[in-house]
């Protein structure tokens, strides 16, 4: 009709066969990572090792005392099975695992400043907005987020002052945020509110501190001569109520959200409905341990 001339029968076959090709190749594909960034989102972030391989694989070919004790016999909870380690390796009080970061920190914002104001510098700002990666984001506005909670940005792009937030902090005050930002930098004329100050704040107003450290690096990047990363410890030393970071970034396991900090606090975040939506599956918890 368009006076195009019609394809011919072996164009047809190859492109049905291409289509076919394309529906049966598994996927996601292996792929060598040339990028020069060593854990890359969008290549599947960091690689397992074989202890975390065959743990999984263990879980997923059959049954396991997931959520029961067997000493009792009774139900029991999937979190037994991190928490010591987590609180040992971080000097926490208790710990949590879900799915991932950024349900990790929805779940913090949603349990604990839920109608309430969230004060983050914004500085640090963008972090919240990107940290949930594909499109999706917590946005840095003063409309509410998803959690519920009003996020109150303070300071400038480049200097932030611990006074900032005591202006900020009102009776209406949910958590005062504290964000890494680990695949952004601000040089020259900059000012960063450390933990501990932020914390002594904190105790002062009341108010919970939060801090999202990203990439959940538990050794000194630099002793292997990278340049220094945050870690979970360095922040519950300082005081910090719960610290947030990724299972699949530096910690090199699979996806997940890891909280650990106060036991208050930990148990609040427990005892909220999105917790369960946004719990770790048999097979990412089997994985995480045997990275642990």
Same mark, same amino acid.
């Given at each position: 009709m368009?006076?195009?001339?019609?394809?011919?029968?072996d164009?047809?076959?190859?492109?049905?066969k291409?289509?076919?090709?394309e529906?049966?190749?598994?996927?996601?594909?292996?792929?060598?990572?040339?990028?020069?960034?060593?854990?890359?989102?969008?290549?599947?972030?960091?690689?397992?090792?074989?202890?975390?391989?065959?743990?999984?694989?263990a879980?997923?070919?059959?049954?396991?005392?997931?959520?029961?004790?067997?000493?009792?016999?009774?139900r029991?909870?999937?979190?037994?099975?991190?928490?010591?380690l987590?609180?040992?390796?971080?000097?926490?009080e208790?710990?949590? #695992?879900?799915?991932?970061? &950024?349900?990790?920190l929805?779940?913090? !914002?949603?349990? =604990?400043?839920?109608?309430r104001? %969230?004060? *983050?510098?914004?500085?640090?700002?963008?972090?919240?907005?990107?940290?949930?990666?594909?499109?999706?984001?917590?946005?840095?506005?003063?409309?509410?987020?998803?959690?519920?909670?009003?996020?109150?940005d303070?300071?400038?792009?480049?200097?932030?002052?611990v006074?900032?937030?005591?202006?900020?902090?009102?009776?209406?005050?949910?958590?005062?945020?504290?964000?890494?930002?680990?695949?952004?930098? #601000?040089?020259?004329?900059? &000012?960063?509110?450390?933990?501990?100050e !932020?914390?002594? =704040?904190?105790?002062?107003s009341? %108010?919970? *501190?939060?801090?999202?450290?990203?990439?959940?690096s538990?050794?000194?990047?630099?002793?292997?001569?990278?340049?220094?990363?945050?870690?979970?410890?360095?922040?519950?030393?300082?005081?910090?109520?719960?610290?947030?970071?990724?299972?699949?970034?530096l910690?090199?396991?699979?996806?997940a959200?890891?909280?650990?900090g106060?036991?208050?606090l930990?148990?609040?975040?427990?005892?909220?409905?999105?917790?369960?939506a946004?719990?770790?599956?048999?097979m990412?918890?089997?994985?995480?341990?045997?990275?642990?």
């Open positions: 368009s006076g195009a001339a019609a394809p011919q029968l164009a047809i076959c190859r492109s049905v291409d289509a076919v090709q529906l049966v190749t598994p996927s996601p594909r292996p792929v060598i990572n040339a990028t020069g960034v060593v854990i890359h989102t969008n290549l599947g972030r960091a690689p397992l090792s074989r202890a975390a391989l065959a743990a999984a694989d879980a997923g070919r059959g049954y396991s005392d997931l959520e029961i004790d067997l000493a009792t016999g009774r029991g909870s999937r979190q037994a099975h991190l928490q010591s987590l609180q040992q390796i971080n000097g926490a208790a710990a949590l #695992v879900v799915n991932n970061n &950024a349900s990790a929805l779940l913090g !914002l949603s349990a =604990l400043a839920s109608g104001e %969230v004060v *983050v510098s914004r500085g640090r700002g963008a972090v919240a907005e990107i940290g949930a990666g594909g499109g999706s984001r917590l946005p840095m506005s003063s409309s509410q987020s998803i959690a519920g909670c009003h996020l109150v303070v300071g400038t792009t480049n200097r932030t002052y006074r900032d937030y005591a202006d900020a902090a009102t009776e209406n005050t949910g958590a005062f945020l504290k964000a890494h930002a680990s695949n952004f930098r #601000v040089e020259g004329f900059t &000012a960063a509110v450390g933990e501990r !932020l914390v002594e =704040l904190g105790n002062r009341g %108010v919970p *501190v939060l801090h999202d450290v990203g990439s959940g538990l050794l000194p990047t630099e002793r292997y001569g990278l340049a220094h990363e945050p870690t979970p410890q360095e922040s519950i030393a300082a005081g910090v109520g719960l610290v947030f970071f990724s299972g699949d970034k910690l090199g396991g699979p996806q959200g890891i909280v650990v106060k036991r208050d930990v148990s609040r975040l427990e005892r909220h409905p999105l917790a369960r946004v719990r770790i599956d048999k990412s918890l089997a994985s995480l341990t045997a990275t642990l």
